[in-house]
Structure formats: structure tokens, C-alpha cells
């Protein structure tokens, strides 16, 4: 979510000086010695710091990747097998998948290394070394610097620091930021790009309950998927090749189905995306007001066109499939985070957090001169940008990537300038640009679909949206058309050339400016964009006013805290989380325990309904009780809750027990506690995780792919 930091405050007591309360933290491995271990070892774990964190011999983390660009996943064997969630491997299962060979619907197990699918594009990242570098980034900023200065210099010297560090050496470095840029750190990556799909559950598996269960508990999804990680033969990062072998990992996790109970230990590590639990509370209703009830209404319009079409043809279905998912994922997180907020009445507590700070503040001059302004920046930022904000996000939500067209024709303005100038070296490498960025495109890309989008995204743009921050095309809808937003809409799909590859290929083989500028799809985009940078640019001001606020307001409680265990925000960087299995009460007179079954899903099962379809082969596994070992006392565990701190980027993380073995992966949190990124609610806040064991019954006794569990350490 350091030498210098410690874990947050946070709950009802935020800001007030109290320590980090139960299992709240996302905490930075190299500080674990000195923060953590103790309160980690009396909790259940067998293990040492150094066996968690060591640069210079292997430990857990050397088996924990980010996988892809925004999920985690884990190395289970020694050649390089990943688990990690289904709805991370979703892109890759969707990108294979065809009409003819639906792996959404019906799964995929490949039967030998030879049938694994390459994947181009699908990276795994491991983490080499985290260091502290404050103090280098500090020595080239100063106390006169405006952020935009301070920001170029923590940029320039955050290069040098990386380069240095990877020398040499064919590993990734950058240096991030850290507690709203009071900290810094060198996080030093080896990234494999050679990663193939292994196995997938059908969809009526991985995805069960969909849109209806995502963000629920009791929860009944298996949610995996299983990759691999290919090397060159010297077991170095490769291209693709035939010739490449599975990867030979510095370490890979047991698996263990010795089971789990109601308050053992459990560790998670992986990479939470991002925080923001240091808010203030005009920050937090900016959050409420703007950003999610935004969010909810767009995507909520966008989502049921999309739906209908996926519902009505099994080719859409899957051209969609990964877009829909990632857009609905947020969509009812934007929607509990609101509820959550409200219930908890978050931004009293915020206020009430601020009010402590202010008089620690003034109680001394010299916390006056460093401290005081910062509340009030903050607020001048979040007033100044309100109405800025709220266009920009309607221009993204709606127009620039709510609407296809709008993407991948704004993508050629790339070509614009070199045309003008006849740069031919850089217009030959921007139309390849293009042309790569359109092949994706196309693959996935319904027009039809589009179209109706577009005729409901335009029109609700101009109907929330005031005049002055809306761009010059839609003054041309008002007047031109009168305002008749599907004759605009169908006028441009049925004239523009990048509603079809053929005609978009056919251009990019002999591109010219006159036929590009006068191409419908082309002005709107060119039109869009323009009015996105004019309002960025008004914005930016005020941005670097909140970023000052923030950066000082931050510092203080850190001052203001010092000595105390405080944890910085997450950044999609690695961090460990501790707690225990646990069950919970959401409300009065309801219990929720701390494990699901095969048996739930049974009661679940619709054949009506997509989201609660059950296979038939499962349902014959659960007529004959025929779990093999995984099962226990006539039962099929599924998932379970924890009271571990996660965030989106956790998705697919391990699960593991106090000996460091994997009892499952992390996917997803609960409805009772959605404001988690903002407070973390101790008596709710719960991590939902498959269990390792219902991972195992579906590669072996569903799948048949017991190759795979043979790879694996199982610990019985």
C-alpha cells in the first residue's frame, strides 16, 4: 500500500497518533527485521526475515512475480510453473481463444511442454533487490524548488541512480517514490518474456458468480490460471524461441493440502496497485462525488450495451469478454467503495484526523513554518480542479476510451506531424507503430458494438458535461446536426476509414495528410484530444498545488508519528501483509465463516443464468464425493477470508501459512469493507482467497492434468 517508515493509522483512530491496529500493513520486505518479524513469529510464523528477503541467496520473494503488467502470481515448481488468477490470465485465455476453440468456455489444458501457448507480450518480473536512495534524491532537490522542478529532478536523478544499478547487467531498475515523495527506493527487476499458457479452468469455474459474486463473500470461484516462464538455455531472459527451455527458478513454493483453520496464520506477498489511505477528507469526497460516481453512471451505460451484444453472439462474447471484465471490475468497486464510505462514516473520520494534526502543528512555531500550509494547499488543489477533473474523466470514460473508434483513430495523430514535415524515417516508425496497435485492435473490435456506444457516450458527454470544457466537435453536432447524435455517429462509422482494417491498411501503405484530416473519426479524435491537453493543462496548477500539500501533510504525520510502525501506500510495488484466517460479522445477527464448498456452488447453480452455470463434469465429481486427497470429511474447500491488507495488483498473490508454503491465491476482497484503499476496517477488512486444495482437485481429478500437480512440492 522504511529505514524511514512504519504502517499507518488508520480505522477510527486515523491520524491520531495510534499505532497500526490488528493486521493492517503493506509492508516493504528489506524492513521487515526491523519492523515486523517479532509480531510475525509470536503470530505463527516458523520462518526468519532473511528467509523471507535476502539478496544474496535465494528467499520466498525470488518465487513471487509480477505477472503481466498488473496482476502477481508464484513459481510452484522447478520449471518455472506460475499460478496466478484466472481473471489475470483472462487477456491471454481470451487473446487464444476463438469461435472454434473457446478456452473461455471450455478451458485449456495442455497435455506436454510442446502443446503450451506462447503468449507475446506476457511478461514475469522478479524482484532482484529493493534499497533506500533518499538520501541521494535528496541531495539534488531544494527547499525553493516548485514541484514541477522538484519533479524533473527526481526524475533525472532517479535515472542516473537506475542506470548505475543495472550496468552491465541485463536487469530493469527505476527508482519510485515513497510516501507521498518524502522517500525514495531503487527497485532493481529481472523481467522473462518468454511465458506460455499452461491450463485455464472453464469460465463456469474461474469466473463463477461473475458480476454478481465479484466483490462478495461467501464466494464459490475458482479463480486460477496456471503459465509457465521459458529461458534461453544459459536460463537467462529470451525472446521467444522453439528452442527455449522452462525456467530453473532460485525458488519456488511448496504446495501444502495439509488444510487451514479458523485463526492460523497467513502471510501474503505481491504487488498492491495503489492507495490512497493518507487522503484527506475533501480528497475523499472529491473520490465520492466525482471519480466513482462518475465511473458507476459511464460504465454502467457502457456495460449493458456491451452485455446484450456478448449475450446475443458467441463471437462478440469473446472479443469482449476481457474488456468487459475489467470494466465491470471497477465499476461495482467504485460502487461499494461509496457505500463502505458513507457506512463508515469516513469522512468525519478524516476531518476529525485533520483537526489533531492541525493543533500538533500549531503547538510549535518551527511545525508552523514546515507543516502548516499543507491542509490548506490540499484544499485549494481538490477546489481549483473540481470542475477540470470532472471533464477529463468524462473525456477518458466516455469519448477517448469509452468509445473504440475514438482510440485507435486519435493513435494516428502520431503521423500527423511527420507527414507535414516529411520526416520519412520517423513516419516510417510511427505507421508501424500504428499498424502494430491496430492489429490488436481489429482482433478484438465490433463495430456494430461500437457504434451503439458511441450514440449513447456522445450524448450523455453533452448532457453532463457544460459547454465551455466540451471540444469543437460536439459545437459541430449542435449546429451541423442538430443535435441528432446517431446521425453524427452513423454518418462517421459509415465514412471513416478506421472503423474497417482493410481500409485503415490499405491508407497506412501510402498514408497522406489530406485524406487523414478529412476522415470523420479522425477530426472527433483530433478534436477530443485537443480539449483533453487544453483542460490538463488548466488543471495542472492546481494538481501541483495538492501534490505539495499532500507531500508535506505526509511528512508531518510521519514526524508527528515518529518511532511508530507506519507503512507507505502502495505503488505496485512488492510488500508483504500479515493476518489470520478469520471469520466475521457483517452485520447484526449475521455470521460469515471462514471457508466455502463445493457444496455452495451446487446451491448456486442456474442453468438459466451464465453466471451460475455448473459443467457437467464437475457436478458428477460432486455426485461421487471424488476429491481424491483434496477433499476433507466428504467436503471440497473452494475458498477462504483472511484478515491479510490487500489491493488490486494482490490479484493472484500467494497465500501462504507460517512456513511459508502456498494454501492459496489471493482474488478479490469483501463488499462490507470496499473503502479499504482509503481505511482499513479492522472488523470487517477480509481478503478472499481460492483455496490450493480446490486449485489441485480442478488440475487433477476435473482437468486430467496431473503432469502439472506431478511438477509440484505437495506437502501432506
Known amino acids: 500500500m522504511k529505514k524511514r517508515f512504519l504502517a499507518l493509522l488508520t480505522g477510527l483512530l486515523l491520524l491520531t497518533g495510534a499505532m497500526v491496529r490488528a493486521d493492517e500493513g503493506m509492508w516493504l520486505l528489506p524492513l521487515l527485521k526491523q519492523l515486523n518479524i517479532d509480531v510475525m513469529q509470536q503470530k505463527g510464523l516458523k520462518l526468519s526475515a532473511d528467509d523471507i528477503y535476502q539478496i544474496n541467496q535465494s528467499s520466498l520473494k525470488d518465487a513471487v512475480i509480477i505477472f503481466g503488467r ?103 531498475a527505476s527508482v519510485r517514490s515513497f510516501f507521498g515523495g518524502n522517500q525514495f527506493f531503487l527497485i532493481v527487476n529481472e523481467v522473462y518474456n518468454d511465458v506460455r499458457m499452461v491450463g485455464a479452468p472453464p469460465s463456469s469455474i474461474g469466473k463463477f458468480g461473475a458480476d454478481t459474486d465479484n466483490w462478495m463473500w461467501p464466494r464459490h470461484t475458482g479463480d486460477f490460471s496456471v503459465f509457465r516462464v521459458y529461458a534461453g538455455k544459459d536460463n537467462q531472459p529470451a525472446d521467444y524461441s522453439p528452442d527455449n527451455v522452462p525456467l530453473k527458478p532460485k525458488r519456488f513454493l511448496p504446495v501444502s493440502i495439509k488444510g487451514l483453520q479458523n485463526g492460523d496464520f497467513a502471510m501474503i506477498m505481491g504487488y498492491p496497485g495503489s492507495t490512497e489511505r493518507y487522503m484527506t477528507s475533501v480528497e475523499v469526497e472529491e473520490m465520492m462525488s466525482i471519480s466513482n460516481a462518475n465511473r458507476i453512471y459511464i460504465r454502467g451505460i457502457r ?64 511545525r508552523v513554518q514546515m507543516y502548516g500550509e499543507a491542509l490548506n494547499l490540499i484544499n485549494e488543489g481538490v477546489t481549483g480542479r473540481k470542475d ?158 495538492l501534490q505539495k500539500g499532500q507531500r508535506l501533510f505526509i511528512a508531518g504525520i510521519m514526524e508527528m508519528n515518529k518511532g511508530k510502525a507506519l507503512y507507505p501506500d502502495a505503488n505496485f510495488t512488492m510488500r508483504l501483509t500479515y493476518g489470520e484466517i478469520k471469520d466475521y460479522y457483517p452485520m447484526d445477527a449475521v455470521h460469515y465463516d471462514y471457508q466455502t464448498t463445493l457444496d455452495g456452488v451446487m446451491e448456486k447453480e442456474d442453468p ?31 475458498a477462504f477470508i483472511s484478515t491479510n491488507d490487500i489491493t488490486g495488483g494482490n490479484s493472484g498473490s500467494p497465500v501462504m501459512n507460517g512456513n511459508g508454503e502456498l494454501i492459496g491465491l489471493a482474488f478479490d476482497g469483501n463488499w462490507e469493507a470496499m473503502s479499504g484503499d482509503i481505511v482499513f476496517e479492522n472488523n470487517l477488512q477480509r481478503t478472499i482467497s481460492v483455496d490450493i486444495r480446490y486449485v489441485l482437485f480442478i488440475i487433477d481429478k476435473y482437468a486430467g492434468a496431473t503432469r502439472l500437480v506431478d511438477e509440484m512440492q505437495i506437502v501432506e
Open 70 to 172: 498488473g496482476c502477481t502470481g508464484e513459481i510452484v515448481s522447478d520449471q518455472g510453473l506460475i499460478l496466478t488468477n484466472h481473471h489475470c490470465g483472462y487477456g491471454a485465455i481470451q487473446q487464444h481463444s476463438t469461435p472454434e476453440h473457446d478456452y473461455l468456455a471450455d478451458g485449456f489444458w495442455a497435455k506436454s511442454l510442446q502443446e503450451e501457448i506462447p503468449t507475446p507480450g506476457l511478461t514475469a518480473t522478479f524482484l532482484v533487490r529493493i534499497e533506500d536512495v533518499t538520501d541521494q534524491v535528496n541531495a539534488a532537490l531544494n527547499p525553493s524548488m516548485t514541484e514541477a522542478e522538484r519533479n524533473q529532478a527526481i526524475q533525472a536523478v532517479g535515472k542516473k541512480i537506475a542506470s548505475s544499478a543495472t550496468a552491465g547487467t541485463h536487469y530493469q
Open 303 to 366: 456495460q449493458d450495451i456491451l452485455l446484450k451484444d456478448m449475450l446475443a453472439d458467441k463471437a462478440v462474447n469473446i472479443k469482449y469478454a476481457s474488456k468487459y471484465s475489467g470494466s465491470s471490475n471497477y465499476w461495482k468497486n467504485s460502487i461499494g467503495m461509496n457505500k463502505s464510505l458513507k457506512r463508515l462514516k469516513v469522512i468525519d473520520v478524516k476531518k476529525a484526523g485533520e483537526a489533531e494534526f492541525t493543533r500538533w502543528v500549531n503547538a510549535n512555531p518551527e
Open 388 to 545: 477540470y477533473l470532472h471533464a477529463t474523466q468524462y473525456i477518458g470514460e466516455a469519448l477517448s476510451r469509452g468509445t473504440e473508434l475514438m482510440s485507435i483513430a486519435g493513435i494516428a495523430e502520431r503521423i500527423v506531424e511527420p507527414l507535414k514535415s516529411g520526416n520519412n524515417e520517423e513516419l516510417s516508425k510511427n505507421v508501424a507503430m500504428l499498424k502494430s496497435r491496430a492489429t490488436m485492435f481489429y482482433k478484438d473490435y465490433n463495430a456494430p458494438t461500437d457504434r451503439k456506444v458511441a450514440k449513447a457516450m456522445f450524448k450523455i458527454f453533452s448532457e453532463n458535461v457544460p459547454v465551455q470544457y466540451q471540444p469543437d466537435i460536439f459545437n459541430t453536432i449542435r449546429t451541423k446536426y442538430k443535435n441528432d447524435f446517431d446521425r453524427f455517429i452513423d454518418e462517421m462509422f459509415d465514412k471513416s476509414m478506421f472503423v474497417d482494417s482493410v481500409k485503415l491498411f490499405a491508407f497506412l501503405s501510402k498514408p497522406n495528410l489530406k485524406t487523414l484530416q478529412k476522415d470523420p473519426a479522425f477530426i472527433a479524435a483530433q478534436s477530443i484530444n485537443a480539449k483533453a491537453m487544453e483542460l490538463y493543462g488548466l488543471m495542472e496548477p492546481f494538481n501541483q498545488k
Open 608 to 638: 438459466d443464468n451464465w453466471e451460475f452455470v455448473v459443467p457437467q463434469r464437475l457436478k458428477d465429481l460432486y455426485q461421487a464425493k471424488d476429491y481424491g486427497r483434496y477433499g476433507v470429511n466428504g467436503k471440497m474447500p473452494i
